[in-house]
């Protein structure tokens, strides 16, 4: 949600929108939106249930949420933009 509202889509709307958003604009690459959709399933089961996460999906989720916020943030910040 935090990450699409910086990019530019509305706040308050519910999250797979926002997952929608970050999808359309690029910042995920086209076979990457389904580990977009399983982040966004697996945030919903921890918000909702009492279970514990298991080591490999935290591991998973870590991973993908780490090259996004690379590929959104860092990566661009490394080359400089020609004017």
């Known amino acids: 949600m935090n990450i699409a509202v910086q990019q530019g889509a ?3 709307l519910k999250f797979i929108e926002y997952v929608n958003f970050i999808a359309e604009k690029g910042y995920v690459p086209p076979n990457g939106k389904h580990w977009v959709d399983h ?3 697996k945030g919903n089961e921890a918000t909702h249930e009492i279970a514990v996460m298991g080591e490999q999906d935290a591991k998973e989720l870590i ?3 780490e090259m996004l916020l690379r590929f959104i943030y860092e990566f661009p910040s490394m080359v400089p933009v020609s004017t």
Request: charged share 35%; proline share 0%; hydrophobic share 45%.
């Open 10 to 12: 509305a706040e308050g």
């Open 39 to 41: 982040i966004r399933k």
């Open 63 to 65: 991973s993908f949420i």
